[in-house]
């Protein structure tokens, strides 16, 4: 199972940027499948989930109005559409997801993980 990350990049505040995690060896039709990510001394935070029954979404309330996440069963990929981004903003993002029980916001829970993309929000 590999999940591969893409999209991250520099991009100024305000701007927009949008990460893609594909599955290869595995389906996400599903899993619950989540974004976090992770600043330089800071510790992995939840950003983002969407549950594979109905496709309910829960947001950590930093990001929530601005970001959001998608996913498209067919290419078996997950986004997350970052829109007004914030300096803040800034870290390692990957993608996880969790195979059995229900969604959840704690990374330990996770299953599977993505190498991670940079992101980078200048001022």
């Known amino acids: 199972v590999q999940l591969q990350a893409s999209g991250g990049g520099t991009v100024q505040a305000g701007g927009s940027l949008r990460l893609s995690c594909a599955a290869s060896?595995?389906?996400?039709?599903?899993?619950?499948t989540g974004w976090f990510r992770q600043a330089p001394g800071k510790e992995r935070e939840f950003v983002a989930v969407?549950?594979?029954?109905?496709?309910?979404?829960y947001y950590a309330d930093s990001v929530k109005g601005r970001f959001t996440i998608s996913r498209d069963n067919f290419k078996n990929t997950v986004y997350l559409q970052m829109n007004s981004v914030k300096p803040e903003d800034t870290a390692v993002y990957y993608c996880?997801?969790?195979?059995?029980?229900?969604?959840?916001?704690?990374?330990?829970?996770?299953?599977?993980w993505g190498q991670g993309t940079q992101v980078t929000v200048s001022s």
């Open positions: 996880a997801a969790r195979g059995q029980g229900g969604v959840s916001t704690r990374a330990r829970e996770y299953d599977y």
């Open positions: 060896g595995r389906t996400f039709s599903r899993d619950n």
């Open positions: 969407m549950s594979w029954i109905g496709g309910t979404t």
